[in-house]
């Protein structure tokens, strides 16, 4: 098996929390691996908020396979996580799975460019739990025979299709976003815990100064949206674009 050598125990540590995360909406879920260079990129689809997540994984060196200098191929994200050594800092590469459709389809290598209107992460922290609330409210008030999966489908899609103000992106970009791990404060480690590096609390003043520098950024190419963060990336087909845009390979 193809061993990957990852840069150091916090990448293996962040990669087995994203494929834990992804596991727990889907125990079958595939995932994507492209690695190039020291680069690593993992992409999945939680089927829970139709959007691709994508986890750069930084590599302790260029990845090579003999005379193979590029790495493309598609696995199961259990059998990933299981070759993740967090103290040796390595991965395995499993055996190629069939990949699902969404696969095939990728969101474009480069091309992106910056959007304005995307709130401060800790307002678009409070618009996912906002949300999670109203569901809850919603849902809780229906009557027992009202309470069917297509209501309740209905009400979350009437939720979670919003614009995040005028930016187009919907609500449930950011709460995939949230659910991944995407959006922590810099100081959490990707397992929920306080990585003791005292960088921010997530309790600032909403002008994104847990992330700093790197807070996170709407982009767009194309069709696409994709919201930016440190630890990873949403994206998505705006909503009536069809098929334009695409990037298959």
């Given at each position: 098996m193809t061993v990957l050598h990852l840069a150091d125990e916090g990448e293996a540590a962040d990669l087995a929390a994203f494929l834990s995360r992804l596991l727990h909406y889907d125990r079958s879920a595939?995932?994507?691996?492209?690695?190039?260079?020291?680069?690593?990129?993992?992409?999945?689809?939680?089927p829970s908020f139709e959007v691709l997540a994508v986890r750069a994984v930084r590599?302790?060196?260029?990845?090579?396979?003999?005379?193979?200098?590029?790495?493309?191929?598609?696995?199961?994200?259990?059998?990933?996580?299981?070759?993740?050594?967090e103290q040796a800092a390595t991965s395995g590469v499993p055996d190629a799975v069939t990949g699902p459709p969404w696969a095939g389809v990728l969101p474009p290598r480069g091309g992106w460019r910056t959007e304005a209107g995307l709130p401060a992460p800790d307002a678009l922290r409070a618009l996912v739990a906002a949300a999670v609330a109203e569901f809850r409210?919603?849902?809780?008030?229906?009557?027992?025979?009202?309470?069917?999966?297509?209501?309740?489908?209905?009400?979350?899609?009437?939720?979670w299709s919003r614009s995040v103000g005028d930016t187009g992106l919907p609500v449930r970009a950011v709460h995939a976003a949230q659910s991944l791990g995407f959006l922590r404060p810099r100081g959490m480690s990707a397992s929920g815990t306080d990585s003791g590096s005292g960088s921010g609390s997530g309790s600032g003043s909403g002008s994104g100064s847990d992330f700093g520098e790197d807070a996170p950024k709407l982009l767009s190419c194309g069709a696409w949206l994709r919201l930016r963060t440190p630890f990873g990336s949403v994206a998505l087909r705006r909503?009536?674009?069809?098929?334009?845009?695409?990037?298959?390979r």
């Open positions: 595939a995932v994507r691996l492209q690695a190039a260079g020291t680069a690593l990129a993992v992409f999945g689809r939680p590599l302790a060196k260029p990845y090579e396979n003999g005379l193979d200098a590029t790495l493309d191929v598609t696995v199961s994200a259990g059998e990933l996580l299981e070759t993740v050594d409210t919603r849902t809780g008030e229906l009557a027992p025979e009202a309470r069917t999966r297509a209501e309740l489908d209905r009400v979350g899609r009437e939720i909503a009536g674009t069809g098929a334009l845009g695409i990037s298959v």
